[in-house]
């Protein structure tokens, strides 16, 4: 049983590249991504203030709607696929999903009716924090991926 907790977020400046995925091709997508804006925050003197991201655009399907980057401290200057964005405030509910990014589809599904039984209404996107680093924890059973999930 996941624990869900209501919060209140303040807005937050995101630096992302935002394209369209097949759902085989997410974790490349993610590697390249996060790369590359990591590439051109630090160009701009820039550094993250936060975990790496990635927000969903709308529910997944075989193709996901997809933007991965970092939070920011100020916006930044769109170059090349990296462009600036920002994550909404208000109330959003969150979770911790611990293990392999391949089981998150539970979570959600615990998530989704965990917000239904509060009578809330998931906003279209919502997005991942990811707390953990594959290459320095490389068992996937100890990851942990926070979930946002605005309320509409």
Do not use: K
Request: proline letters at 11%; hydrophobic letters at 45%; glycine letters at 8%.
């Amino acid at each position: 049983m996941i624990q869900c907790e209501i919060v209140e977020l303040q807005p937050q400046a995101i630096a992302v590249v935002h394209e369209q995925v097949p759902m085989t091709a997410l974790a490349s997508f993610f590697a390249r991504a996060f790369h590359a804006v990591m590439s051109a925050i630090g160009a701009q003197g820039v550094l993250p203030a936060g975990p790496p991201l990635g927000c969903y655009l709308g529910m997944p399907t075989d193709t996901v709607d997809v933007a991965a980057g970092f939070p920011v401290g100020r916006p930044i200057t769109a170059v090349g696929d990296v462009t600036p964005m920002q994550l909404p405030g208000g109330r959003a509910v969150t979770t911790v999903h611990v293990g392999p990014f391949d089981t998150l589809t539970q979570t959600y599904a615990e998530l989704a009716a965990w917000m239904a039984a509060q009578g809330l209404q998931p906003a279209e996107m919502m997005w991942e924090v990811y707390l953990s680093d594959p290459q320095n924890q490389p068992d996937p059973a100890t990851w942990r991926t926070q979930i946002m999930w605005p309320v509409a």
